[in-house]
């Protein structure tokens, strides 16, 4: 079997494997080189032992990552005496997660939409009044532009 055809075998480049073979000791010279079934196995075993090693180092840096999760809050918040409490190094409160504090993350995120929606309410509201006045302000000035047009007529009529 070639050295090409175990790496696209296990899914892993020609590079993986010149290098496993250099670190076996098997001669091994290019893509192209004869390898003996002997060869073959111990290579494909050393794979499997590299990529069984990486995904156990994968689940640990998952596994930690999970452990040190926090819920980081954009202001402070008066909290339950039940829930764990911590301030970092900014001033801002840092909550375990646990239901409780999902609960009250939870109603601290619905106070914040009605919040928004408030805001979003008034915005619109206040865009309403801005625009009836531009439209009163629009009549005034066609009304004017009207007058002024009549004065003009009317001075031109007389001249004539």
Do not use: W, Y
Not at 79 to 95: F, M, Q, R, S
Not at 117 to 123: H, I, L, R, S
Not at 131 to 157: C, I, P, W, Y
């Amino acid at each position: 079997m070639k050295a090409i055809d175990v790496a696209t075998k296990n899914h892993v480049s020609t590079d993986d494997v010149m290098k496993i073979c250099k670190e076996l000791g098997i001669p091994c010279d290019n893509e192209q080189s004869d390898l003996h079934n002997d060869d073959v196995f111990l290579i494909e075993k050393k794979i499997q032992i590299i990529k069984e090693h990486r995904a156990q180092e994968a689940k640990k840096l998952i596994q930690q990552a999970e452990l040190k999760k926090k819920i980081k809050l954009k202001r402070k918040v008066h909290v339950a005496k039940e829930l764990k409490k911590e301030t970092d190094g900014k001033g801002e409160t840092v909550i375990h997660e646990g239901t409780d504090a999902r609960k009250k993350a939870n109603s601290l995120i619905g106070d914040a939409n009605s919040i928004l929606n408030d805001a979003k309410e008034k915005a619109t509201n206040t865009l309403g009044e801005t625009k009836e006045k531009l439209s009163h302000e629009t009549d005034r000035v066609k009304d004017a532009f009207k007058a002024g047009m009549d004065a003009f007529n009317q001075e031109k009529s007389k001249k004539s």
